[in-house]
């Protein structure tokens, strides 16, 4: 009897060690299989590790610019903060479907916590102060204030894994801005241009210092006018204009909605001293629209839009 309740112990034991053995075997796989499929990852923000969607549908971008930077790496926004009422053309049937915040000096709370989104992005320059409010909502990465939009762009591909996009988007952009700097040079030569907006009772001259300016006269090689100062921008009345008397003038609304700014622009061009300057003289006035060039300069989708209005305007007037 002790020889049988020996074996049966024995036995038992055996069986104990192959239930344990199978029963962490499928353990580990199910952690494995958890850890696989897990709906979450972690990436870097201002504010640390965040952890996010690792698939996220439903994504805002706040600034006036962050829309432009998701739409370009393929992601539509579910909600935008728009600077004017209408959003750029190049924009309008992307993001027909798209919720309108409008702008303000804090973010509409109520409209974003209505969106239910499962990912907001924001640089932090812009969304320190109400991180709190965000993150409460939804995970929230503040992004690093950048000088180059192109690094702007490789910070959110590298939040949604999609860096290769944000690669090739810029690559793509370089090229089309490296063709139509050559079309121009044979368009212009040395010609002169100068870039100006409309404001309200003044004039806002852009030299190359500034996004915009740099746009025109750098990535486009535009000829400057030499007596230009060396400013990011300056603001002048009607009288001095005649002082910077350009070959080309491209010119803007600030807002075409404005009653004051299209008041100011009607003044301009019924003053002789428009109708004196050489640029107007030869017909080579190219009137672009502020909206659509809000963020020329700062965004690889406005920068697509503008190459293509400047050479439209251009190549028009040379027929």
Known sequence: MKQIRTGTAFCMAIVMV????????????????????????????????????????KVIGLSVVY??????????PIAVQNYHTDLPTYLREPLKDTLKMGIAETPNFEMILAAEPDL??????????DYDQLSGIAPTVLLPQRDDWRDELKDIGEVLGKKEIAEKVIQDLAAQEAEAKRKLDDLVGNETVLYMMVMPNSLLLYGDQIDRGKFIHTTLGLETIPNLPKDPSLSISLENLPEYNPDHLIIQLNNEDNAEIKQTYKDMLDSPLWKNMNAVK???????????????????L????????????FEGNSK
């Open 18 to 57: 192959l239930v344990m053995a199978a029963c962490s075997n499928n353990t580990g796989q199910a952690e494995n299989a958890a850890t696989a499929g897990a709906d979450f990852r972690v990436v870097k923000s201002e504010k640390g590790e965040i952890k996010i969607p690792t698939n996220p549908t």
């Open 282 to 300: 030869k017909n080579q006035v190219y009137l672009m629209s502020g909206k659509d060039w809000f963020n020329v300069g700062m965004s690889p």
């Open 120 to 129: 907001i992005l924001a640089p932090v320059w812009w969304s320190d102060k």
């Open 302 to 313: 406005a920068n697509r839009y503008a190459i293509d209005s400047v050479l439209q305007a």
């Open 67 to 76: 829309p432009e930077f998701l739409q370009a790496l393929g992601v539509t």
